[in-house]
């Protein structure tokens, strides 16, 4: 049998909204456990336990592991789905799942506390080549998943990937994430899995799911923009009946991640379904194809698709997939990135979430908003896995980092980072189970050189907070928080909690004086305070009239108050109309 194979050489921009609606429409024909659950993995302990995957509609699946074994039979979508007991054991384990189409086997399972890292490019940044890790080798017990980059507008199932060990010799390893978890492994003594979803320059918007930042009023959507993405979709709306022409057979075999720039396997090419029976039909193919890109509206192409000329043709098609273009962008397509890249992973059990975002929705001036982003993010997150029924009662914890300090290059002004700043710090008081750490004092800017340590101190103020607010321990995780002001005579008394051991001005309490408040007038005007510690105090002198103090704002905070833990003070603001 002759068998051929279509190389697209320019490039052919699969329309994403098609990835998880119309290509995976079909019931599923194989067993196939979700990509999650791969060698290697990290399951969270004490925590119900959720297994689930695909097969053919019926079929009955039996799933084992730790001496436990379970029964599911596949529904009409072909999706199946068991959950087993919690685990206390660390490990290793095996998961077996058999059906009458065959036998998958997980191995190397540990078992401990599993964070999913999510957020800005920032996280992803890598340990570098000279990694090493001795504590760490033999049995690894630091693991992580990165998730590949995909944005689609339908929730999608798929999340192509493997589980990667941290151990001397490996490359590309998450920097934050480790350090995050070299600190949890040394106090729980336990593994830790870290789950990575990062995209650099994500909006908030993209990260949650569908409508969830329905009723706040700056994310209502007007009538004309509206018109335009509806006119929009209607344009490439016959980009699968262009797909449907160019090819034969059912839609049953499809699968489609909706990822950016990936090959994809489309077709397969048996005796009756030979797509191109000879090379007189490859024009009527590079019609067809350039018909669809043209109705997928690429705005840009460098040639016409040929047909790659050898003799040997395998007998599958692929097609190079990327992203069409779309009135909004894809890191700014609400819910895009929680389709893609969380609802796959929904419901795997967790501890809880580390999300470090915000400089991108501070350079669309949404500083004051973030709260009711960040808020119902959280809570969006939290309602979607509690409905998968996985968690312990009890609000899912969440760890935020604030704002890092920001590159002044980038164009982003230093009132909406600093509003920012205060939005965080104001869903830690108004949520419960949220946290905060601070960075602006280690990692200055954005840039891509940051160093290493500190990333690494990053990391660590990342596991304080984890581990003093959600393990029960009685630990320092918390930089000084402005509690209260008394006003006196040409001069202000600052009170502030976490720092009953006292205030230092530098981190090793060596700086010649305080920096970063400042005293505002009437006209609205800001200069610098001139401040002393007196105890767990800040004296600052206010000649004249003095309407508002505030601390740490900027892109990159001039501000060196710390407690004697070695944390720094949140950025705060406050009136004195009513003092």
């Known amino acids: ?284 193919w590079q019609e067809k194809i350039q018909e669809w890109v043209e109705n997928s509206m690429q705005r840009e192409s460098k040639g016409s698709p040929v047909l790659e000329d050898q003799k040997s043709w395998p007998n599958i098609i692929q097609v190079a997939t990327g992203v069409v273009a779309d009135p909004r962008t894809s890191v700014a397509r609400p819910a895009g990135l929680f389709n893609g890249m969380i609802n796959p992973l929904v419901p795997y059990a967790i501890k809880g979430f580390v999300f470090w975002q915000g400089e991108a929705d501070a350079s669309w001036n949404r500083g004051e908003a973030y709260f009711q982003i960040l808020t119902a993010l959280v809570k969006n997150w939290r309602g979607v896995w509690n409905k998968a029924q996985v968690q312990r009662k009890g609000d899912l914890p969440f760890v935020i980092m604030q704002l890092q300090g920001v590159n002044d290059g980038k164009g982003i002004s230093a009132g909406e980072c600093s509003l920012l700043r205060l939005s965080q710090s104001a869903v830690q008081d108004k949520l419960n189970g949220t946290v905060l750490a601070m960075s602006y004092d280690v990692i200055p800017d954005s840039t891509d050189d940051i160093p290493q340590e500190g990333l690494k101190e990053a990391g660590r103020r990342l596991a304080l907070c984890a581990y003093g607010k959600f393990y029960g321990q009685k630990l320092a995780c918390s930089g000084p928080m402005f509690d209260s002001v008394a006003v006196g005579e040409n001069n202000l008394r600052l009170k502030f909690k976490y720092a009953d051991s006292g205030l230092l001005a530098g981190k090793d309490g060596a700086a010649d004086k305080v920096a970063g408040f400042e005293i505002g007038d009437p006209s609205g005007s800001y200069k610098p305070a001139e401040a002393a510690i007196d105890k767990n105090f800040i004296v600052l002198k206010t000649p004249g009239v003095v309407t508002n103090v505030r601390y740490g704002w900027g892109l990159k905070p001039d501000a060196n108050l710390y407690n004697k833990d070695g944390l720094p003070a949140l950025p705060f603001t406050v009136s004195l109309a009513d003092k």
Not at 69 to 79: H, I, S
Request: with cysteine; glycine share 8%; proline share 6%.
């Open 1 to 284: 049998m002759k068998i051929m194979k279509l190389k697209i050489t320019a490039a052919l921009f699969i329309l994403f909204p098609l990835a998880c609606s119309i290509f995976a429409q079909g019931a599923v024909s194989d067993l196939r456990p979700a990509d999650i659950f791969s060698d290697g993995m990290v399951i969270q302990k004490d925590y119900d336990i959720p297994v689930w995957g695909e097969e053919s509609p019926g079929k009955k699946i039996k799933v084992s592991m730790a001496g436990q074994e379970l029964n599911a039979t596949a529904d009409k979508e072909g999706r199946w789905k068991v959950t087993f007991a919690p685990i206390k054991e660390a490990g290793p384990f095996q998961l077996d799942i058999k059906s009458d189409t065959g036998n998958v086997t997980v191995k190397d399972i540990m078992c401990g506390d599993v964070w999913m890292f999510v957020g800005e490019s920032i996280i992803d940044r890598s340990l570098g080549k000279d990694f090493s890790d001795p504590d760490n080798s033999g049995k690894p017990q630091i693991r992580y998943f990165r998730a590949p980059r995909q944005f689609t507008r339908a929730p999608c199932n798929h999340l192509p990937g493997s589980w990667r060990k941290c151990e001397t010799g490996a490359n590309d390893i998450p920097a934050v994430a480790y350090y995050f978890a070299k600190e949890l492994r040394n106090r729980t003594n336990g593994p830790i899995g870290i789950i990575l979803c990062s995209v650099p320059d994500s909006l908030s918007q993209a990260w949650g799911a569908k409508d969830f930042l329905r009723g706040i009023k700056q994310f209502s959507i007007p009538d004309d923009f509206q018109e335009l993405i509806q006119n929009y979709e209607m344009k490439i709306s016959g980009t699968y009946k262009g797909l449907q022409e160019i090819r034969s057979g059912s839609d049953e075999s499809l699968r489609y991640s909706g990822s950016v720039k990936r090959f994809q396997t489309w077709a397969a090419t048996p005796e009756g379904r030979k797509i191109i029976k000879d090379n007189a039909e490859a024009e009527q």
